[in-house]
């Protein structure tokens, strides 16, 4: 029997204000309070209660598709709409009894690019991410979902060090073979490996780009047709795909697994299963940095060039690599002062999260979510002793990043207009 996965990566960012915990209005979501608030029940809930309409039935999805859901997004579904991480949780344990292998999988505590973390940082990103997933799901995680699918060698070495068996991949991230869908087996050190679980990237660009989401006869025939030719079909997109960006994609997706389902042309599985039916996948070479959202590797994080939202020119992302400087300097800075304390407090957490890869994603310095790293900075610097000092070192680097408007000025400027005051006393 041929086989089918469809993958949903379920992510948003940190949308609180770290300095009282709660997600401050955000007008672009109206009529919702906050964009977590409207994609959850533009495409998270519906996905879990999906309308079958030829079965007319109900479906929660979560139990037939693959999927990832970004700690700092559970953590505001445990808080705000905790049906739908239930059901998440209900899916999951279905598919553990159907296959022997669960749809879930684990991502990074914070969306980070993982190879342009320093080692520590990757160990504790991938430590607490697993530690995240067997809170949430109750078992260990054999998957892991690295953020922009950004991974280089020293990152599939961490995994396989901390006991992930598989990461997701886009084709073109394995050397020489990731194209026809069949997992492959990256050899480390220390007789370490990690298998690589490519998806099939013009059937997920049909779906994220195109209107595959929305047709469920077309998404069934084209998934039963590759499969029938290469053994597998698998698809990765954002989960919110369904729903937000493609309108009653959820409908759809439940169309084609029902019909997948009814007429037996493949058995809707997960890669965890795909890649235990056999022991003899071929070896590969990861591409090595690269990522599914940068045709450049991950320069997209951190440099100009040219991958962006509205397709800038010329100096638009100048601004990327002096602001992952300043915070590389000052998130280097505060683990040297604090030493190796384990333990997520709340300043932690901002500290790791001043690396949020949307931060870096879009084109201007002054946006949002290049604002948000910025406010995790302040309150990782509020009420220490030495806030002056580190301050003025990360200020002195922020000099070097332009805003886009130029009448905001530099980094530095914004810095001081709209943060410095936020850094508490020292006592």
Not at 78 to 90: C, F, G, I, K
Request: net charge negative.
């Amino acid at each position: 029997m041929t086989s089918v996965v469809i993958h949903a990566h379920c992510y948003q960012p940190p949308r609180e204000d770290p300095f009282t915990g709660l997600v401050p209005v955000e007008r672009t979501a109206a009529p919702f309070h906050d964009w977590n608030a409207r994609i959850t029940d533009e495409s998270y809930l519906p996905l879990a209660t999906a309308r079958d309409l030829s079965a007319r039935a109900r479906v929660n999805l979560f139990e037939w598709i693959s999927f990832n859901v970004g700690p700092t997004l559970a953590i505001w579904l445990e808080r705000e709409a905790p049906a739908v991480l239930d059901a998440m949780r209900a899916g999951d344990a279905k598919s553990v009894e159907r296959l022997g292998e669960g749809n879930a999988i684990a991502s990074a505590f914070n969306h980070v690019i993982l190879p342009l973390a320093s080692p520590h940082e990757r160990q504790r990103e991938i430590f607490w991410g697993l530690h995240d997933f067997r809170a949430r799901f109750g078992r260990e995680s054999r998957g892991f979902w690295c953020p922009e699918t950004a991974i280089d060698d020293n990152t599939a070495q961490s995994l396989a060090e901390a006991g992930v068996q598989f990461a997701i991949v886009a084709p073109y991230q394995i050397r020489d073979g990731g194209h026809d869908g069949q997992p492959r087996r990256w050899k480390g050190a220390k007789g370490h490996s990690l298998w690589l679980a490519p998806y099939h990237g013009e059937l997920s660009g049909s779906i994220g780009f195109g209107d595959l989401a929305q047709q469920g006869e077309r998404l069934a025939h084209a998934l039963a047709s590759i499969s029938a030719d290469r053994g597998i079909a698998s698809i990765a997109t954002d989960g919110e795909t369904f729903g937000h960006h493609k309108r009653h994609g959820e409908m759809a997706l439940a169309a084609a697994i029902g019909i997948l389902r009814r007429t037996q042309q493949a058995t809707v599985t997960n890669f965890a299963a795909i890649i235990n039916s056999r022991s003899d996948w071929a070896d590969c070479q990861l591409v090595s940095p690269s990522s599914w959202s940068c045709a450049h590797g991950i320069e997209r994080w951190r440099s100009n060039c040219g991958c962006g939202a509205t397709h800038d020119t010329g100096r638009a992302q100048e601004w990327r690599g002096p602001l992952r400087d300043a915070l590389r300097w000052l998130g280097d800075s505060l683990d040297g002062a604090d030493g190796d304390d384990p333990e997520l407090t709340p300043q932690r957490k901002a500290r790791y999260g001043m690396f949020t890869s949307c931060g870096w994603f879009f084109d201007r310095f002054e946006g949002h979510e290049t604002r948000l790293l910025l406010r995790m900075a302040a309150f990782a610097l509020s009420g220490r002793k030495d806030a002056d000092e580190l301050e003025a070192g990360f200020v002195k680097r922020l000099i070097h990043a332009n805003c886009n408007d130029r009448a905001l000025g530099n980094g530095a400027d914004l810095w001081y207009r709209d943060f410095h005051a936020l850094i508490k006393p020292h006592t």
